[in-house]
């Protein structure tokens, strides 16, 4: 048992810790919204800066000014948001059948005039050998979690791209994706591999902008760094800022330290008011260049909960109609959503995978192999996790 006796002091000196870190993080900030305002006057000069440096961390391009901020645009009282989600059942070794699942929940929401909801799941099982296995580098290899999960990115990508094509009457929609759009994991993997995702994802997006229809990726809670990275390299005082080559290592504190560990998500927070949008900004990941032209830009929104990211391709940035669309009908769902766009919500509801359907999926993989005279060969630890009279 503890010896709360001996964790009382620990706690109190956790207490202190906290409190002494707390007031230095509210000195960043105000330093950090200071430099905002300070590179808001010139940003056109830090971003030839940001153009021409070379740091170790991932810099946005600057398309206008840091501070300037967007009111909500009027709503349209007629609208209709796409969704989807996924979930999975990895592999399991110590089960009879080497094989996995991919549901993908689907939502449309109509609302106005004859407004309804659509909502479904897909579930779909891989089990044949070239499911199984992927090509990696000219091999084949097993279909681990990282790969499964790529897989069923881009499946909740076509999911939207299908609902978008069922769907006739195609004013005033949008349709949504949870979390980012670019597939940060893709940077350094073989190309055989990447272009399996990036082909059909391409092609998904050359749809999209051929039906007019914006996709926009929202990203709740963000912990990304991009903005406050070019505020860095404004703090540093070379004119090219080559991180590699810094001639500051010896000072007890690097000229852009002062802000480092400070988000965007706390520095908007700072600058928006509920309902209003930040500056657009492109993002420079190395893998958007495989996106044949189509760049994701992203500002930050005020939800009125919270400060989200949302990212968007770049021929809705490049559309002020569809930029505002995407605007108002997110914070709108965010606030039927209590803080969360609720076709979100809905799609999760749909796709999710609970621990008692995935027992029950290896469940019926079993008796289907008995059944048919097959012979099962489930581990010792499979065996413990079987329902009596299996």
């Not at 069922?166 to 759009?181: F, P, Q, V, Y």
């Not at 965007?264 to 309902?275: A, E, I, K, M, T």
């Not at 009908?329 to 979100?344: E, R």
């Not at 609970?354 to 469940?363: C, I, T, V, Y």
């Amino acid at each position: 048992m503890l010896n709360f006796p001996f964790l009382k002091p620990q706690m109190n000196e956790m207490i202190e810790e906290k409190r002494r870190l707390e007031g230095e993080f509210l000195e960043k900030i105000k330093l950090a919204r200071r430099e905002l305002k300070l590179r808001s006057m010139d940003w056109e000069r830090l971003s030839k800066k940001l153009r021409l440096s070379k740091t170790s961390w991932l810099l946005p391009c600057i398309l206008g000014s840091f501070d300037e901020t967007y009111p909500l645009p009027p709503r349209p009282s007629d609208y209709t948001v796409l969704s989807s989600d996924g979930s999975q059942i990895f592999p399991d070794r110590h089960e009879a059948l080497p094989c996995y699942l991919i549901n993908i929940g689907s939502v449309v929401l109509q609302y106005g005039t004859g407004g309804r909801a659509h909502l479904n799941s897909y579930p779909k099982f891989f089990f044949r050998d070239e499911d199984r296995f992927t090509k990696w580098d000219g091999r084949r290899i097993p279909a681990d979690a990282a790969v499964i999960s790529e897989k069923r990115c881009l499946m909740e990508f076509e999911e939207i791209l299908r609902l978008a094509e069922e769907h006739k009457n195609r004013e005033n929609i949008i349709a949504i994706s949870d979390g980012t759009l670019i597939f940060w994991r893709l940077e350094g993997t073989p190309d055989d591999f990447k272009n399996e995702i990036m082909s059909p994802f391409i092609r998904i997006m050359d749809r999209l902008k051929g039906l007019r229809i914006p996709l926009a990726g929202y990203i709740s809670f963000p912990g990304s760094t991009d903005v406050v990275n070019a505020l860095r390299v404004g703090l540093c005082p070379e004119e090219v800022s080559h991180c590699n080559q810094c001639p500051y290592t010896h000072l007890p504190q690097l000229p852009c330290a002062p802000i480092e560990g400070i988000t965007d998500r706390v520095l908007f927070s700072r600058v928006l008011g509920p309902g209003e949008r930040s500056s657009l900004f492109e993002s420079s990941s190395r893998i958007l260049e495989e996106y044949a032209g189509h760049g994701v830009y992203f500002f930050y929104l005020n939800t009125g909960e919270e400060i989200a990211r949302v990212e968007i391709p770049m021929w809705v940035a490049e559309d002020r109609g569809l930029l505002d669309l995407v605007h108002t009908i997110i914070f709108d769902q965010a606030k039927k959503g209590n803080g969360y766009p609720v076709a979100l919500i809905e799609a999760h509801e749909q796709a999710v995978v609970k621990g008692k359907d995935r027992d029950f999926f290896f469940e019926l993989i079993r008796e289907a192999l008995i059944k048919s005279d097959f012979k099962v060969t489930v581990s010792r630890k499979g065996l413990s996790k079987m329902s009596p009279g299996v």
